[in-house]
């Protein structure tokens, strides 16, 4: 038993370990090396719970996809109507140049040369971009924005704004510079806004 | 002569399998043998003309980017108004998942470790963004365009909704993921036209 519940704690701390990791450094600038010193988990344990690090990264993908879904769902509940929801997910307070978690792993050919990791970055952007489709969608039903848009296109813009937040931001390093493009977001998003 | 014709030849090779090279790969991902094999230069010549990897690749971005900037001039220059200009920067044909020449080395830590390669991303992308504002603000003036947004803050998220497209077409690997936020953006861009 005790044996048991320290191999559960080292695979819990190998997949934290490389959730931090990827975040950090991205997939390619991980290594096996550092995730075991991260994680303080020996050589042996690590391939007997992940033969590979692409079986590792593609749970510490799963998990922290699972846990961003959570807690977005959380956080956009408490907005009063579907248009405050998409202004609120964009305003959400954000370390500009640390970045998106999945969008930063986009620019890692060796994640887009791998299905079992390209896979699950490309369907958390998707399903935070049909997030905000459905709030859109549901704004134009209640009237609060105008019948005249595609939420689908404007739902993948939303998205893409904050992704390129974040690359701006890089560049800079300066998150004046994440800010200043979720400003003109909301200015773009008032647009939406049905005409009174 | 002879001699210094083909000396110049090659340095020029050089940068041109550089560019390329960082284009498709990144930063990290382009080794001075790729650029050998492609240029077709020598180890000797290399080093003669380039001393580390870094000067090699501060000269590829400096050269890309006078490139980009006098080509996106003759592009703006043909649009009817300074609101249309910005409109036609985002519908210019791009490859969605190749992506942005400059926007793709901001994922990459040892690009923004070394501010030789850092400070031109960062010059490049606020001179574009810096090209949007000014465009915003002539159709402000010129009654195209509400007076009632700030230039700036919206013309950093034009830039970032390109920036961030290519980030969402390279997770999908799809041209369609690309073009579906140019829409949205199109659409979010209308509403900052002055009400009839």
Redesign the interface.
């Known amino acids: 038993m005790a044996q048991e519940r320290a191999r559960t704690g080292s695979r819990e701390r190998l997949v934290e370990a490389t959730r931090e990791l990827l975040w950090q ?2 997939y ?2 991980t290594t096996p090396a550092a995730i075991r010193a991260r994680s303080d988990v020996g050589q042996g344990s690590m391939y007997h719970h992940f033969p590979t690090k692409v079986d590792l990264a593609a749970e510490a993908l799963r998990v922290s996809s699972a846990e961003a879904e959570r807690s977005i769902d959380a956080y956009l509940d408490e907005a009063p109507s579907p248009g405050a929801a998409v202004a609120r997910y964009l305003s959400k307070p954000r370390d500009g140049e640390k ?1 998106c978690r ?3 792993l ?4 060796a994640v ?1 040369e791998d299905e079992r990791l ?1 896979r699950p ?2 369907e958390t ?2 399903w935070y ?1 049909q997030r905000m489709e459905a709030l859109l969608r549901e704004g134009q039903a209640s009237g609060e924005l105008r019948p005249d ?2 939420a ?14 974040h ?2 931001a ?4 300066s998150q004046a ?1 994440y800010e ?2 979720i ?3 909301l ?6 806004e049905s ?1 009174r």
Chains 1, 2 share one sequence.
């Not at 200015?187 to 939406?192: F, S, V, W």
């Open positions: 450094h991205g390619s600038g970045g999945f969008g930063r986009t620019l890692d050919d887009l390209r970055v490309s952007l998707t971009r848009f595609s689908e296109a404007v739902g993948a813009t939303v998205i893409a704004m904050l992704q390129g937040a690359v701006l890089r560049a800079d390093r510079s200043r493009v400003e003109g977001a200015t773009l998003l008032e647009g939406l005409r």
